[in-house]
């Protein structure tokens, strides 16, 4: 299980460990313990941590309402502060402001603290797209979270323009129809970018005399959006789909594809989906997949052990979990 520490200036109890008294040397965050923290974000003088269950704490200093706790009180001790419902994948703050900024995983962004001289109490719903408007439009002073590149051409890359020519009727020599749902594309680009593709157009395979090719081994939104990875090096799919274009990806060979599809999967991980996943890596032979899911199972064991997932997979599959928990020691007293 990972640990939070913090060490420093504490005025405000901005180390979140229980006081607010500075500390000359690490000292462990005990209301963070059982908790697995993957991201911490720091403001002027607070702090905000991500777990790896999409939820959001927050401590420390609280005068413009930057902990997003509904009030202006400090806190000398983390505080959650998302619900489960709302599964965060990213939090922002900068050392220069009183400002904070979140993510979820269906893109909204929220953002609370001091904004435009404003304070902001609780989390509020932006319209934007990236949490970096948020410090860039309402942060004061607008210092940006992160490292930004600004840099505008005025012409396409080669790969933008593969990007706007993926289903593309006017250019296309070639349509896929999976599910009723035409896909167009272009030989030579799959040719170019996939083994699966080259083998198929190069040989003597009955499709390569084909202006369509009828797809029914993979749902409609896998299969365009594996076609559409091959125009972008892009995969934009829930952690459902994801499971789908991983067995796609290793049907394919498609080890690049494989391991992004894993990424996704890992970002999109719960207790009521985590035994599946684990599953779906052990079946799709995804070795760092199965390991995160099979860590976040005994990091979560009493909650995920009386979820319906658990109790429906293999029985092989259960007894091995079983085993290799009980080697880490899961179940000692």
């Not at 904004?115 to 797209?129: A, E, I, K, M």
């Amino acid at each position: 299980m990972l640990q939070v520490f913090g060490w420093g200036y504490n005025g405000n109890g901005q180390l979140g460990v229980g006081n607010n008294g500075n500390q000359l040397t690490p000292c462990r965050l005990v209301a963070l313990q059982g908790v697995c923290v993957l991201q911490i974000a720091s403001g002027y003088a607070h702090s905000l941590a991500l777990t790896d269950e999409g939820l959001l704490y927050a401590w420390g200093a609280n005068t413009y309402g930057q902990l997003g706790t509904g009030t202006k009180s400090n806190q000398l001790s983390p505080v959650q502060i998302t619900e489960k419902e709302s599964r965060i994948v990213e939090i922002a703050a900068c050392h220069s402001t009183h400002t904070s900024a979140c993510k979820t995983q269906s893109g909204q962004v929220y953002m609370w603290g001091q904004c435009r001289g404003q304070s902001v109490v609780l989390p509020f719903l932006t319209h934007f797209s990236s949490t970096d408007d948020v410090f860039g439009c309402f942060a004061t002073p607008a210092v940006m979270w992160r490292l930004l590149s600004m840099e505008h051409d005025d012409f396409l890359t080669v790969a933008q323009s593969l990007r706007k020519e993926f289903d593309s009727p006017e250019t296309a020599d070639l349509k896929f129809n999976v599910d009723g749902k035409y896909i167009h594309v272009h030989k030579a680009v799959l040719k170019i970018r996939c083994e699966h593709f080259r083998s198929m157009f190069q040989s003597h395979w009955t499709e390569d005399e084909k202006e369509v090719i009828e797809i029914d081994q993979f749902s409609y939104p896998v299969y365009r959006s594996f076609l559409e990875f091959l125009y972008t090096d892009h995969v934009d799919l829930p952690p459902e789909d994801a499971i789908g274009l991983l067995d796609l990806a290793t049907s394919y060979c498609e080890n690049r594809l494989k391991r992004m599809c894993q990424h996704i999967i890992k970002r999109g991980i719960t207790v009521e989906n985590a035994f599946s996943l684990l599953s779906a890596a052990v079946r799709y032979d995804a070795e760092d997949l199965e390991e995160f899911c099979f860590k976040f199972c005994v990091n979560h064991l009493t909650a995920v052990t009386q979820t319906a997932a658990f109790w429906q997979v293999d029985g092989n599959l259960l007894k091995d979990f079983i085993c290799r928990a009980s080697r880490c020691g899961a179940f000692k007293n």
